[in-house]
């Protein structure tokens, strides 16, 4: 299972490498700058490289690089950009030995008060020459402010000069100007064809929008300590891949019947809105479910008998349909005393509305829940009404078997906030939503992001044409369907993500992400699973 860290994280785990565990500094870096130049040289025959450096640790990773280079051929040219004396004393010993070596003299451009950045790009111009490839190493991990003045300009001449001559973008560890942690860009931020990062991978270079700041992202192990990554204040970030997939989804039993893969019960449905408890129910049963039940109004009797007759419908009357309190209880009282208790898991929200009728459905299964423990994926209208609730006990209601599945829009309203805000600080909205109510968190994004009470993980399945209607309802029957199956709630959620991701790669291999709709992300879930059951991965 590959795992990122924050540029805070990474920044701990360095110094109990150098300090504690005993690696040397220098050693560290001239591994890091070796894997760069290794891959510059394996990828393009020796020629020209332009080396934009900042004066901190990833500059002095820039100048080993230099160095390295030079030595196999290359031609080089090196631009520094800050104040001398700002730099650190790794920096200065590569500095020492490219001297000794007599390569080209690095260009220096220092900061000035009396300059703006039109003035400041302007000036730069000269010292962008020409080159086969262009490497960034102004910047590392530990960038937390907004960048201006200098660097800026810097930043965005690289990026000018790169595409005007054509060359081939590195940049060293992170692309400069990029948050590592919530993969925002600070300003300007440059543009690369690769970046090499070091040790472990950068949450921000995995999150949207930094994942699109470069084509590719390669981890190199510099020979950092495995250890390192416990000693970082909170949990690094997991990513699940395809082995790790095959090795939670274990066999089928191949002498069980549809009572040992589970029944997973689906309230969902309102008028107009017979779809979202279709795809849902469809996908729990695309993914191993032996029985699912569909709790929805009477409306959505016919359209879901016909979509799916495999599906045990049970429907109930509407509020407007009922004249009588009594039988309001009296449908309620059958789901909670004869179809509940059947469940082996149960999704609520999908397309379900906001009314009367679906808040007493909401608080039914939640009061029912407190004594049973059975894992619940609550989505879509459910946590809208989950919002609405300003008195949420989350001891009383919630807990580890609960799996909250919001969208940037539900997430901010969980959190009275926005959906812009929520998509734009997507990490610090999933800690603080988990923190708020104890349970399972999958907060969906391009990148979609997953917390327990102790553990993060990031999926890295999936692509833009799972932006739509009713991909949210597949991925609840997803979830579901596996906790029903008997893998705890956690690595059903965790596992689910993956899944629902993966069928969407499949679908978009044959319909293009420009046409796929959700049915297809229910289809392409047997393909993954035939993928993943083989033996070998």
């Not at 650190?88 to 003299?105: F, G, N, R, V």
């Not at 090499?196 to 084509?215: E, M, N, W």
């Not at 970082?232 to 939670?248: I, Q, R, T, Y």
């Not at 959620?493 to 899944?499: E, K, P, R, S």
């Amino acid at each position: 299972m590959k795992q990122l860290l924050t540029g805070k994280q990474m920044k701990q785990a360095d110094t109990w490498s150098i300090k504690e565990f005993g690696m040397e500094s220098l050693i560290l870096m001239e591994r890091a700058a070796l894997c760069a130049a290794q891959h510059i040289m394996s990828v393009q025959k020796p020629g020209c490289v332009f080396i934009m450096c900042g004066m901190g640790n990833n500059g002095a990773d820039g100048l080993a690089m230099a160095r390295i280079l030079s030595q196999n051929g290359w031609s080089v040219r090196i631009a520094a950009i800050g104040k001398i004396e700002k730099a650190t004393k790794e920096w200065l010993y590569q500095k020492a030995l490219l001297d000794k070596m007599e390569i080209l003299p690095v260009q220096y451009f220092y900061e000035s008060d009396d300059k703006d950045e039109e003035e400041y790009r302007s000036a730069l111009s000269n010292l962008y020459v020409p080159a086969q490839v262009y490497v960034d190493a102004l910047f590392g991990v530990g960038l937390s402010r907004k960048v201006s003045g200098v660097y800026r300009a810097a930043i965005e001449e690289w990026n000018e000069h790169k595409k005007k001559c054509g060359a081939y973008g590195v940049a060293v560890d992170i692309c400069s100007g990029l948050d590592a942690k919530s993969g925002q860009m600070l300003g300007a931020c440059v543009k690369a064809d690769v970046q090499i990062t070091f040790g472990y991978g950068k949450v921000g270079q995995f999150l949207y929008p930094g994942a699109s700041l470069s084509d590719q992202t390669i981890i190199c192990d510099i020979g950092m300590p495995n250890e390192a990554v416990y000693h970082v204040d909170g949990f690094p970030f997991n990513c699940l891949e395809k082995s790790d997939a095959k090795d939670w989804l274990g066999s089928r039993c191949l002498w069980g019947n549809k009572g040992t893969f589970g029944r997973v019960v689906i309230i969902a449905g309102s008028s107009g809105m017979a779809g979202a408890a279709y795809l849902s129910a469809l996908a729990a049963y695309r993914t191993g479910a032996g029985l699912v039940d569909i709790v929805t109004p009477k409306c959505n009797r016919l359209v879901l008998q016909q979509l799916l007759p495999e599906a045990v419908l049970h429907c109930i009357s509407e509020i407007s349909e009922i004249s009588e309190i009594s039988k309001d209880e009296e449908q309620l009282a059958y789901l909670r005393n004869e179809v509940l208790p059947k469940a082996k898991a149960i999704v609520i929200g999908p397309g379900l509305s906001t009314d009367t009728l679906a808040k007493k459905l909401l608080d039914m299964v939640l009061e029912w829940n407190r004594s049973q423990n059975c894992p619940i994926v609550i989505d879509a209208d459910a946590l809208n009404l989950l919002a609405m609730r300003t008195n949420i006990d989350q001891a009383e209601y919630l807990g580890e078997n609960v799996i909250l599945t919001p969208h940037p829009g539900e997430l901010g309203r969980l959190m009275n906030s926005s959906a812009k805000e929520a998509a734009k600080n997507l990490l610090y909205f999933a800690e603080e939503l988990q923190k708020k109510f104890g349970c399972i968190c999958v907060c969906k994004d391009a990148r979609t992001v997953i917390l327990t009470q102790k553990n993060r993980y990031l999926n890295l399945t999936g692509n833009s044409g799972m932006a739509t209607g009713g991909s949210g309802d597949v991925l609840t029957g997803v979830i579901a369907s596996l906790a029903a199956q008997g893998l705890s709630a956690e690595r059903a959620a965790v596992l689910g993500v993956w899944l629902h991701g993966a069928a969407g790669d499949e679908a978009a291999k044959e319909k293009s992400p420009y046409s796929m709709i959700a049915r297809d992300l229910a289809d392409g879930l047997s393909k993954v699973l035939i993928q993943i059951s083989r033996k070998k991965v």
